[in-house]
């Protein structure tokens, strides 16, 4: 069943497609314009649906596995990472824009604007520029006791969230790289921002706790859904009024 991955239609509830993996899926996303569905899996494949009719028009391949996988707002960027590095796709052209290594990188995300993208590593995060077909780092910020698990930017690349499966989550100013504040007691499984980028929410990892804190202070607003496991999705949807949480067995929502 973990190696499966499928979509349906939102307002109908119809499934639309379903795509089989060789091994564990680590990713799904639908393309900025909601005309691509991509799948990934740490058999090192990419797989792009048209995501109404179904069909298969992408499919790619890398050395090493992939751990996470992140879209961009617009441009149609695709960031997948893992092992020892990352790999940048433009889904709307199908062709690879960049291989950025990055030994031990095991979590990646890209802004919405697609030019900023943050890797997560052993005891650093680093910060890469994107201009068309150039990548270029910008910085590193670094928690050298974490291995980074989760990197998250907020819209407008102003503030970056590193955390590590037992290191407490930090909220970064990227222009600065200056530490603004540790948001969580304790490590975390996954983190979102609001639209407005004034609310960061944190799935904790073995707990089942989400924290929603204030940006850029880092003051607690809220503790919730307390339970037994890691909680591995969280998302705040595009108003900023409604959380919504996943865990490994159950799904729940404040």
């Known amino acids: ?40 899996s740490i058999d ?28 961009s707002g617009v441009g149609n960027l695709m960031l997948g990472c893992g092992g020892n590095g990352a790999t940048l796709w433009n889904v709307s052209t199908m062709r690879k824009v960049a291989e950025i290594h990055e030994p031990g990188a095991n ?18 995060t680093s910060l890469w520029h994107v201009d068309g077909d150039e ?9 050298r006791s974490a291995h980074i698990s989760t990197v998250i930017l907020s819209r407008g690349g102003r503030y970056l969230v590193t955390g590590g499966s037992d290191d407490a989550a930090k909220l970064w100013d990227v222009k600065s790289a200056m530490q603004l504040a540790t948001l969580t007691p304790r490590g975390i499984a996954s983190a979102t921002f609001s639209p407005d980028a004034k609310i960061v929410a944190l799935g904790a990892r073995g707990t089942g706790e989400v924290y929603v804190r204030e940006v850029p202070s880092g003051k607690k607003i809220a503790d919730l859904c307390r339970g037994e496991y890691s909680m591995v999705s969280v998302a705040i949807s595009p108003d900023g009024r409604r959380l919504a949480a996943g865990h490994h067995w159950r799904a729940s929502s404040a």
């Not at 991955?5 to 119809?14: C, D, L, P």
């Not at 494949?45 to 996988?69: C, H, Q």
Request: net charge negative; glycine share 10%; hydrophobic share 35%.
């Open 44 to 71: 090192h494949t990419v797989r792009v649906f048209d995501a109404p009719s179904a069909e298969r028009v992408g499919f790619w391949t890398r050395e090493d596995s992939i751990m996470s996988l992140s879209m």
């Open 135 to 143: 990548v270029s780092q910008i910085d590193r910020f670094y928690d």
């Open 107 to 124: 979590c990646g995300t890209i802004d919405h604007a697609g030019s900023l993208l943050a890797i997560g590593c052993k005891g650093y």
């Open 1 to 40: 069943a973990g190696a499966r991955a499928k979509w349906w239609n939102a307002n109908t509830g119809r499934q639309l497609g379903e795509t089989q993996h060789e091994s564990y899926v680590t990713g799904v996303r639908f393309s900025a314009d909601g005309n691509h569905f991509i799948s990934a």
